[in-house]
């Protein structure tokens, strides 16, 4: 139920997504009720193994799940066909992965720019948008730089920089500060919770670093694939 005065980017109502057959059976998420609002940085929290993956899978259209519903800007995704909710995602989603998949034959510009090329944006523009993105993130000396010439961390920022380019409705991160230092963690993080203050934009952040809790607006606490607890976070701890 929605106890916000704001609209919800993401409504899931009773949620149950199960893995595997008969004995086998694991049930991951076991209804789950939790609406993110427009406006917010949520914080997706608990034990490794509690379903929080799959949860932000099944918010993006990604695993289809077994019960229940979950609605993305108003939309159901349960009524849309595969190649729909692609679209759909695309149109309105950016994710962050701990793993970059970054093309390893373009350079960092080029690899931020490939959303906007998918877009048919002109080459010129779009990595002028990129290498802007990526001064935004701390790597205006590194535009022209192959994966491979980068470290973990440059790498995980310029997939967020990508992830960013197309200036996302809903924003889905996975453990988007596990390659970097502390600085650069809170860099990121100041970033991203300029993104959720945006009035029609949305950010859900899975993490386990417990340094960045204070970026958040709300905390949810997924443990055995049920939201345990929902804190809200005083911003006053922002500096």
Known sequence: MNDDSRPAAVRAQHVVKSFGNGDTQVTVLKGIDLDIYLGELLLLVGESGGGKTTLLSAIAGILDIDDGQIEVLGVPLSGLPSSKRTSFRGQT?????QQFNL??????????????????????????????????????????????????????????ARALINEPRLLICDEPTAALDGP??????????EVGR???????????????????????NLTDGRIVNIEHISQERIA
Do not use: W
């Open 198 to 220: 945006s009035p029609d934009r949305c950010v859900i952040v899975v993490t386990h670093d417990s340094r960045i809790f204070h970026f958040g607006d709300r905390m949810a």
């Open 103 to 160: 093309l390893p034959a373009l350079t960092a510009a080029e690899n931020v720019a490939v959303p906007l090329f998918i877009q048919k944006m002109r080459r010129p523009e779009a990595l002028r948008r990129a290498r802007a993105m990526l001064e935004r993130v701390g790597l205006a000396d590194r535009t022209e730089f192959v994966p491979k010439n980068l470290s973990g961390g440059q790498q995980q920022r310029v997939a967020i």
């Open 184 to 193: 650069n963690g809170q860099k990121i993080m100041q970033l991203l919770r």
């Open 93 to 97: 989603m950016g994710f962050i992965y």
